[in-house]
């Protein structure tokens, strides 16, 4: 599935004020998918130690149950395009509906470890595509000269997604009295937590049957009238729209498929571009990030911090997330990628490093010394702030950018592929880790975010203000 913008035409290509409005609506729609994708990525954060004392299960079990769903994630984003050509990008967006739904209840309601594990593979497999059709979707549809500001839709859903399930995840717990495994609506509380995805779930459903199909995909199926009606609900009436269908259709067309193929090469099996592209995403990965969405809740009360006041400490977290996403969103065309993802790199190692050594003090009563404490809190803030100022938001951008055009398609799944086991080898490690030597887990971590500062000087080139074609 390619989401290639096509040279300007003539005629007027922005879209009137009176249009932008159901052109906004239409993104804000399409990208309720990333904010499912942020929340059930999440959401497990305030599941993980009541999972854990239900079914008596040590870390390396547990994280399986954990990391399993990336499993999931992985297939349905290799899935997702090849189903949303073939049968249009609407009715791809509403199986992603109804498999977060159906993982949802699955997961509020399960009989055992091995299906609960089971449901998360499909609310994986619904991540996997939402990743996939939400920034294609809003790229197709938008008018050229807003698709930059539309597109950043997707990325500010996911951060918001992850926000408002550690918000949720901390309010059920106050409802049940502070504790994951107490009575809540007949079930137990950490139950709830994961079963109130149902409503958004519900909603990206509904939403999906209130916006129009692609015109794109709709040209691809001979369907040029109803292309043409789409087109001029979101760009307005001054524009020839028979040459608009023309020009995509020639587009499409003139696009060559690239193949696994047309990534071998050099001495390394790879072309050096791809496995620069794999070496962002792996980077991105390996600092650790989301042991602090997957995990938080768990670390701080392994430190000795109240269950209650560590849901607390995620939703916190998860709003420094946020702000951080917005400062890239505003200084990635400005500053550059390169500047901001160094800054981000030194930052990482600063935060890391201090968590590293506050965690390396022996705790006192159950509790980490009151300053190390404070140092651990604040740093953990520190490192997701920078993280998401830079490599967070980056990252996706270089990887949108970096390939030549001949085989930016493959080199991005195969970059996209890598990211994803990384993701799985953090995640399914860290409980591990942690019972081995939780400092010493955060040394390996502020390592890799060290490493990340020679490999972006000398491996990767600014793509601020290039042409795509430019990419060789």
Same mark, same amino acid.
């Given at each position: 599935?390619?989401?290639?913008?096509?040279?300007?035409?003539?005629?007027?290509?922005?879209?009137?004020?009176?249009?932008?409005?159901?052109?906004?609506f239409i993104a804000a729609a399409a990208a309720m998918g990333g904010f499912l994708f942020g929340y059930d990525s999440?959401?497990?954060?305030?599941?993980?130690?009541?999972?854990?004392?239900?079914?008596?299960?040590?870390?390396?079990v547990l994280a399986q149950v954990i990391a399993v769903a990336l499993i999931g994630c992985a297939i349905g984003a290799?899935?997702?395009?090849?189903?949303?050509?073939?049968?249009?990008?609407?009715?791809? =967006?509403?199986?992603?509906?109804?498999?977060?739904?159906?993982s949802a209840v699955g997961s509020a309601l399960p009989f055992a470890l091995w299906d609960l594990a089971m449901w998360?593979?499909?609310?994986?497999?619904?991540?996997?595509?939402?990743?996939?059709?939400?920034?294609?979707?809003?790229?197709?549809?938008?008018?050229?000269?807003?698709?930059?500001?539309?597109?950043?839709?997707?990325?500010?859903?996911?951060?918001?997604?992850?926000?408002?399930?550690?918000?949720?995840?901390?309010?059920?717990?106050?409802?049940?009295?502070?504790?994951?495994?107490?009575?809540? =609506?007949?079930?137990?509380?950490?139950?709830? =937590?994961?079963?109130?995805?149902?409503?958004?779930?519900?909603?990206?459903?509904?939403?999906?049957?209130?916006?129009?199909?692609?015109?794109?995909?709709?040209?691809?199926?001979?369907?040029?009238?109803?292309?043409?009606?789409?087109?001029?609900?979101?760009?307005?009436?001054?524009?020839?729209?028979?040459?608009?269908?023309?020009?995509?259709?020639?587009?499409?067309?003139?696009?060559?498929?690239?193949?696994?193929?047309?990534?071998?090469?050099?001495?390394?099996?790879?072309?050096?571009?791809?496995?620069?592209?794999?070496?962002?995403?792996?980077?991105?990965?390996?600092?650790?990030?989301?042991?602090?969405?997957?995990?938080?809740?768990?670390?701080?009360?392994?430190?000795?911090?109240?269950?209650?006041?560590?849901?607390?400490?995620?939703?916190?977290?998860?709003?420094?997330?946020?702000?951080?996403?917005?400062?890239?969103?505003?200084?990635?065309?400005?500053?550059?990628?390169?500047?901001?993802?160094?800054?981000?790199?030194?930052?990482?190692?600063?935060?890391?490093?201090?968590?590293?050594?506050?965690?390396?003090?022996?705790?006192?009563?159950?509790?980490?010394?009151?300053?190390?404490?404070?140092?651990?809190?604040?740093?953990?803030?520190?490192?997701?702030?920078?993280?998401?100022?830079?490599?967070?938001?980056?990252?996706?951008?270089?990887?949108?950018?970096?390939?030549?055009?001949?085989?930016?398609?493959?080199?991005?799944?195969?970059?996209?592929?890598?990211?994803?086991?990384?993701?799985?080898?953090?995640?399914?490690?860290?409980?591990?880790?942690?019972?081995?030597?939780?400092?010493?887990?955060?040394?390996?971590?502020?390592?890799?975010?060290?490493?990340?500062?020679?490999?972006?000087?000398?491996?990767?080139?600014?793509?601020?203000?290039?042409?795509?074609?430019?990419?060789?």
């Amino acid at each position: 599935m390619s989401s290639t913008s096509q040279a300007p035409s003539s005629g007027a290509r922005t879209a009137h004020p009176d249009h932008l409005g159901h052109v906004i609506f239409i993104a804000a729609a399409a990208a309720m998918g990333g904010f499912l994708f942020g929340y059930d990525s999440s959401v497990i954060n305030g599941a993980v130690e009541a999972i854990r004392d239900r079914y008596d299960v040590g870390s390396a079990v547990l994280a399986q149950v954990i990391a399993v769903a990336l499993i999931g994630c992985a297939i349905g984003a290799a899935t997702a395009g090849r189903i949303a050509d073939r049968i249009g990008r609407i009715r791809c =967006m509403q199986i992603a509906a109804v498999l977060f739904t159906v993982s949802a209840v699955g997961s509020a309601l399960p009989f055992a470890l091995w299906d609960l594990a089971m449901w998360r593979v499909i609310g994986g497999f619904a991540i996997g595509m939402a990743s996939v059709i939400g920034p294609a979707y809003i790229a197709e549809v938008s008018p050229p000269a807003y698709r930059g500001r539309l597109g950043s839709f997707q990325q500010a859903a996911i951060v918001i997604g992850i926000a408002v399930s550690q918000l949720v995840n901390w309010g059920l717990l106050n409802a049940a009295g502070g504790d994951q495994r107490g009575e809540l =609506m007949g079930l137990e509380a950490w139950q709830v =937590m994961l079963g109130v995805m149902v409503i958004p779930a519900v909603l990206y459903g509904l939403l999906s049957f209130a916006i129009p199909e692609s015109p794109r995909f709709l040209i691809s199926v001979g369907k040029r009238e109803r292309a043409k009606k789409i087109l001029e609900e979101v760009e307005g009436r001054d524009v020839d729209f028979d040459a608009r269908v023309t020009e995509i259709e020639h587009a499409m067309h003139s696009e060559e498929k690239s193949s696994f193929k047309d990534l071998l090469g050099g001495s390394f099996f790879f072309k050096p571009i791809v496995w620069i592209g794999i070496g962002l995403s792996v980077f991105q990965q390996f600092v650790g990030i989301n042991v602090a969405f997957y995990y938080s809740s768990t670390l701080w009360q392994s430190v000795g911090v109240d269950p209650t006041d560590s849901f607390f400490y995620s939703f916190t977290t998860s709003i420094i997330n946020i702000i951080g996403t917005v400062i890239a969103m505003i200084f990635v065309d400005r500053v550059g990628r390169k500047p901001l993802a160094l800054i981000g790199s030194v930052g990482m190692v600063i935060g890391l490093a201090l968590e590293a050594w506050a965690f390396s003090f022996d705790l006192v009563d159950g509790k980490l010394p009151a300053t190390q404490g404070w140092v651990a809190l604040i740093a953990a803030h520190v490192f997701v702030l920078f993280f998401a100022l830079s490599w967070g938001v980056v990252v996706w951008v270089f990887l949108g950018e970096m390939f030549p055009n001949r085989i930016r398609a493959a080199a991005l799944g195969v970059a996209a592929s890598a990211q994803w086991i990384a993701n799985w080898a953090i995640t399914a490690s860290f409980p591990s880790l942690a019972d081995w030597n939780l400092s010493g887990t955060y040394v390996i971590y502020t390592i890799f975010a060290a490493l990340s500062i020679p490999f972006v000087l000398k491996f990767v080139k600014e793509t601020k203000g290039k042409a795509l074609e430019e990419m060789g």
